[in-house]
C-alpha cells in the first residue's frame, strides 16, 4: 500500500485527506475554514494539526499539494497568496519534504485542478484539456498530450486576464474587457451594484427589484451567487450581467479553442451553479467564436470543490514515478 | 550521408531544396512561382520537374514537406488550399512515399515554419515558441517542450482568427476584429482603399495623399507592403490602418502569453518589413496587454521565406528517428 496525503491551502480554506493510491475513496477528509486573520503560519499551523489527526501517526510515501495562488512548480516554492499574508517567497515543498521525510509535490489550484479532472473526473480519456474556474477569480490550468502544461514559468493558463472586449469596463490589472472584469462573481456583484445604486428605484421600467427583495435591499450582501439566482427568477438586470458574463467566457473560450485546438474545456467553480441560461449562451458564443473546423467540448467539472485534493493526489503519484 | 529532400508547396510558390542531415548548406535549392491557373496536378508536375533537376538521379534518405493549408499531419493527407484547387483530401505523404519509396513528413506552413525557426532560426535553444506568420493571412505554430504542438486535431495556432475587437469590422469568418481581419495585408489595402474611395478628395485635411502617389492614383495596386511604405514615408491614413494592425497583433500575442507562457514569440511574413513604428507599438501592446509577472520576448524570424524549407528538413529529420 502506498499513502498519499493530499492538500489544498485554498485562500479562506484548509483541506486534506488521505488516501492509497490507486483508489477512488478516501481513507480520510477534513475541512476547515481559515480564520479572517489568518497568515501563512496560522495556516501551516491548522493545516499540521488537521494532518495529525488524519495521519494519526502513520507516515504518507507522498505528499501533493494545491495552493491558491501562483508556485513555481519546478521549485514548488510559493511566490505569493492574493488572500492570506506572509506566503512570499515559501518554499513549501522543501518544507513538507524536510518535516514527513517524504517527497512532495506543490503546484497552484488552476493546474492542480486540471490534473484532478484529468485523472479522476471530466477528463479521464482525454489528452488535452483546459480546466477553467469561474468564481472569485477566473484562472485555468492545462493537460497537453496528457501532461500539465504550466508555461515557461508557470504562468500558463491565465484565460482570466484575457482581453475580450477593448471597450469593456476596467479590470484591477488595469486593462479593460478582460474575461475575469465580466464573468467572475465579486466583479458581477460589483456592477449589479453600482447599476442600482445609480438608477432611481422609482423608475418607470425598473430593474433588479428581484435583486433588491433577494438583498433585504442591502446592497453589499449582493454576490455572484445571488446574481444567478436573481436571474435564474427572472431579473432583467441579473440576466443582463449574467449574460455579459457568459459572452466574454464564450468569446475566451473559442478564442483559446482556435489557439490550442484542446479536446475538452471543463469548467469549475461557482459557475457550476450559474444555471441553464448561461451555459446556453456559453456554448453558444464559443461556437461561433471558434473557427467552423475546429472542434471541442465545454463540460462542467465532475470534481467540484474537490477538484484541488484529487490532483493533489494525482500530483503525489506523480513525484513517485 | 542521409540526404534530405525538403518542399514546399506555397500556394502561389513552390520550392525545394536538397540538403545532408545536420549540414547547414542546400546542396540544391530551387523556387518557381506556382501559374495562375494552377490546381493540385499541375503543382505536383512543376514539383516533380524540380525534384529531378535537384535530385538528378539520386535517391533521398527521407522526404520533408510543408504545405500552404489545413494539412492532417498524423496522415500526411492535405484537407484543402484555399489558393490552388483540387487538393481536398489529397493523400501527399503517401503519394511521396510510395512514389520515392522513403518515408515523409507533412504538415501545414505554419507549424512546419515554427520548427524551421525551432531547430535553425530565430527558436534555437528555447523549449516553448509561438510563431505567427503575417502576410496575407494571419497563422501560427506552436513549439511545446521542444515538440510541435499541433492540437488534438491539427487546428491549433490559429491566433489569426482571434477576436481582438468585437465592434471592429467583419472579417470573412464572419467574426467582428479578428486578428487577420486589422492586420494581414490585403485587408489593410482594402480598408485604405475604402477611406480612399469615400472621403472627397479635396478634404480640408486630406488623408492619405502619400499612398495615391505611391500608386499613381490607381488605388487597386495598394497592398500591404504600399500601406507600409506610405505609413514609413509619413502618410497619415496609412499610419493609422497600422498602428491598428500592430494594436491588434499586440493584444493578441499578450492574450497569448497570458495563456500559454511560452519564452518566445517569433514573427514572419510581410510584417517584418512593417517598419520600427509598427514593432514598437506591437511590442509595447502586447507588454500592456500580457500581465506583469508574465515575461516573453517578440523577434523577427530568422529564415525569412525559407522557413517552410527549413521545418521540412526538420520534419524529414525526424522522421527518420
Redesign the interface.
Known amino acids: 500500500m502506498t499513502l498519499i496525503l493530499a492538500l489544498d491551502f485554498g485562500g479562506t480554506k484548509l483541506a486534506a485527506a488521505t488516501i492509497n493510491a490507486g483508489s477512488k475513496q478516501w481513507l480520510g477528509y477534513e475541512r476547515r475554514l481559515s480564520p479572517t486573520n489568518a497568515n501563512a503560519d496560522t495556516d501551516l499551523e491548522i493545516m499540521r494539526s488537521v494532518i495529525n489527526s488524519l495521519l494519526k501517526g502513520a507516515k504518507p510515501d507522498a505528499i501533493g499539494v494545491s495552493f491558491g495562488g501562483?508556485v513555481d512548480a519546478t521549485t514548488g516554492k510559493v511566490r505569493l497568496s492574493h488572500h492570506v499574508l506572509g506566503w512570499e517567497n515559501v518554499p513549501l515543498r522543501n518544507l513538507l519534504e524536510e518535516e514527513f521525510g517524504v517527497p512532495a509535490g506543490v503546484d497552484n489550484d488552476a493546474n492542480v485542478a486540471a490534473l484532478g479532472e484529468h485523472r479522476f473526473g471530466a477528463g479521464q480519456g482525454y489528452?488535452?484539456l483546459f480546466y477553467i474556474t469561474v468564481s472569485t477569480g477566473v484562472g485555468?490550468g492545462?493537460i497537453?498530450?496528457s501532461q500539465p502544461?504550466?508555461?515557461?514559468?508557470?504562468?500558463?493558463?491565465?484565460?482570466g486576464?484575457?482581453?475580450?472586449?477593448?471597450?469593456g469596463p476596467v479590470c484591477l490589472?488595469?486593462?479593460r474587457g478582460c474575461v475575469e472584469r465580466l464573468a467572475s462573481g465579486p466583479y458581477m456583484a460589483q456592477d449589479v451594484r453600482e447599476v442600482l445604486r445609480n438608477e432611481p428605484q422609482r423608475h418607470r421600467e425598473p430593474r433588479g427589484e428581484i435583486l433588491r427583495e433577494l438583498v433585504g435591499d442591502n446592497l453589499e450582501l449582493i454576490t455572484g451567487k445571488v446574481v444567478s439566482e436573481a436571474a435564474a427568477a427572472g431579473d432583467n438586470l441579473a440576466q443582463e450581467i449574467l449574460y455579459r458574463a457568459s459572452w466574454a467566457l464564450g468569446?475566451g473560450i473559442?478564442?483559446?479553442a482556435?489557439?490550442?485546438?484542446?479536446?475538452r474545456f471543463v469548467l469549475g467553480g461557482g459557475v457550476m451553479k450559474a444555471g441553464e441560461d448561461f451555459w446556453e449562451v456559453l456554448q453558444r458564443v464559443a461556437r461561433?467564436?471558434a473557427?467552423p473546423?475546429?472542434?471541442f467540448e465545454i463540460v462542467p467539472a465532475a470534481l467540484g470543490d474537490d477538484a484541488p485534493l484529487w490532483g493533489a493526489v494525482a500530483l503525489a503519484e506523480d513525484v513517485l514515478h
Not at 502544461?149 to 484565460?159: N, V
Not at 482556435?258 to 479536446?263: D, H, K, S, V, Y
Open positions: 501562483p489528452d488535452s485555468g492545462w497537453l498530450n502544461w504550466r508555461g515557461s514559468e508557470g504562468m500558463a493558463g491565465e484565460i486576464h484575457m482581453v475580450v472586449d477593448p471597450n490589472c488595469g486593462k468569446v473559442g478564442n483559446v482556435n489557439l490550442i485546438n484542446p479536446q461561433e467564436t473557427l473546423e475546429v472542434n
